[in-house]
């Protein structure tokens, strides 16, 4: 039986492979409580666990300069739980069913507690700084979080979606998605070298910033499986991503008004109905338009490291460049 290659990703963290398989030992120490209902959540948590992405760059970023060390670890554990908990609060404000093909935690228990327990997550992880004395790593994160806070209620504040700016869309996904890679990246630089801070500071910002556009360019892009249509899950809740508000400036006055009684309406929109504005916004240059405009980020992510001596972190650093602009989930 042949065997498959190994995916990008796995090539990508095939330097840190152990160093992760730490990070989720440290993660599962730290959501563990003498509470039995915290411990049922943090079980189903540590299921719903993703592909590592922030804790990988964390570990890479700190062996720009030498090998990943046990403080390393820790971080990106921490840096792990953050993001756990900021999904946590997304499915509760949003309440969703599910993540990653999961019930969620909002589904499992309820909404309270799945609020207290992202509130539980960001206390740990806030803890496991100070009992540590990383007081650079908190003062990153603790912004980091902060902004994260703010970028959501930003995209709530928003009164007329389809008004919404390519300027504001992008004050939007840096606070509320780039900030944190780019923490995880600045929380590497601590450990490998201080004068890496700028270098990998600028890159996670960057490939923060085109992580976000080409999530947003899957839902346009991915079919569901029970369709075969595109799945469009931002689009049915009414969320206005950089795809829509390209296509805004060049679509014709028939399909704006198309598209305007989309946003209007209050029922749920049947798969032919979202295939209609995915096919609008794609004739109208909308795809086309993020496609570049994330090519840009990626190619500025890129750029930052070129001064960094080259090591097999470095090359994993450059090929995450293209996992976030390749990937179709």
Known sequence: MPVSSPSL????????TGQLDDVSQVIRQLVTADVPLLDQVGDHLMMMRGKMFRPTLTLLCS???????ERAVHLGAVVELVHLATLVHDDAV???LLRRGMPTVN??????VSVITGDYLYSRALMQLV?????DALQILVDASTQMSV????QMSAREVLDTTEAEYERVIRSKTASLIQSACRCGALLGGKE?????????YSLGMAFQIADDLIDYTQVAETTGKPAGLDLREHKVTLPIIAALKSMSPAARKTVNAFFSATEDHSDAEVAEIVSIVSE??????????????ASEAELALKDLPNSQYKSSLISTISYVMERNS
């Open 9 to 16: 990703l796995q090539q990508i963290q095939n330097p840190v």
């Open 63 to 69: 062996g720009v300069a030498a090998a990943p060390t």
């Open 94 to 96: 949003d309440h969703s």
């Open 107 to 112: 589904a499992i228990f309820s909404h309270q």
């Open 131 to 135: 009992n540590r004395q990383e007081h």
């Open 151 to 154: 970028g959501e209620m930003w």
């Open 196 to 204: 890496f801070d700028a270098p990998l500071s600028a890159f996670g």
């Open 284 to 297: 109208s240059g909308g795809l086309d338009y993020a496609r570049k405009r994330g090519e840009q980020f």
